[in-house]
């Protein structure tokens, strides 16, 4: 039984540029959620979806970052314009439900340069 | 305001020596409670969860944790420490029974484990 998958699991792109990363949940996961590591820190609450739905968005920056599940197909978490100090780990995390433990991605390493 | 604290940043330990790391939490309700590891460069496994009943949880790879409500505490231990077990280790608490629409997790900044020869 695959665990959740991450893709890629590193990106670099230059200050200004569109970031795409993706995931896809555990098989019978209908429950998305994303995080994000920065150096030294640990791990921050960004986005909580379910299929076509934001359940909390309530750790996702205002401006630049949007998060979308579809019906089918992986989710995406979207930064645009990139900056340095969006360089970070990524991370994605799936469940069955709304109360159930969270199993985690191996993450996406993201270099702004 | 909620939060997690984990107090030790780094410990180091012989093999075969016994560890216990600490978690406090600061939540308006009872949460669920969680313990992650994860090894440098890779994503976060799930060691052990306490949702409800017996206070005292098994995990995998031999650790355990005992949930002390008037402590507002959830501390992992493991009687006896093996070199493998080196990496880093997180405490999150998230919703419980009542917790509402959301599923977030809180994290700790975690404790870095060091294990000796």
């Known amino acids: 039984n695959a665990g959740v998958m991450q893709n890629p699991r590193h990106l670099v792109r230059r200050r200004g540029q569109e970031a795409r990363l993706r995931c896809s949940p555990m098989?019978?996961?209908?429950?998305v959620y994303w995080y994000r590591q920065l150096p030294e820190e640990g791990l921050k609450f960004m986005v909580y979806?379910?299929?076509?739905?934001?359940?909390?968005e309530s750790g996702m920056p205002k401006e630049r970052f949007s998060a979308e599940f579809p019906k089918e197909g992986p989710s995406i978490l979207r930064i645009q314009q990139v900056v340095r100090g969006d360089s970070a780990a990524y991370f994605c995390?799936?469940?069955?439900?709304?109360?159930?433990?969270?199993?985690f991605g191996p993450g996406t390493r993201l270099t702004v340069t | 305001a909620q939060s997690v604290t984990q107090p030790d940043i780094h410990i180091t330990v012989s093999e075969g020596a016994s560890l216990e790391l600490r978690c406090n939490y600061s939540?308006?309700?009872?949460?669920?409670l969680f313990w992650y590891v994860q090894s440098p460069g890779q994503g976060l496994q799930l060691l052990l969860k306490?949702?409800?009943?017996?206070?005292l949880v098994q995990g995998i790879k031999g650790f355990e944790a005992e949930f002390k409500r008037s402590q507002s505490s959830f501390n992992l231990r493991k009687p006896s420490v093996h070199w493998s077990d080196a990496a880093e280790y997180f405490c999150?608490?998230?919703?419980?029974?009542?917790?509402?629409?959301?599923?977030?997790?809180?994290f700790g900044t975690g404790t870095l484990l060091a294990v000796q020869p």
């Open positions: 995390a799936s469940s069955p439900g709304v109360r159930y433990e969270q199993y």
């Open positions: 098989k019978g996961h209908s429950h």
């Open positions: 979806l379910q299929k076509e739905n934001i359940i909390d």
């Open positions: 939540y308006g309700a009872t949460p669920y």
């Open positions: 306490y949702f409800s009943g017996d206070t």
């Open positions: 999150a608490v998230g919703p419980g029974d009542y917790g509402g629409a959301t599923n977030k997790l809180i």
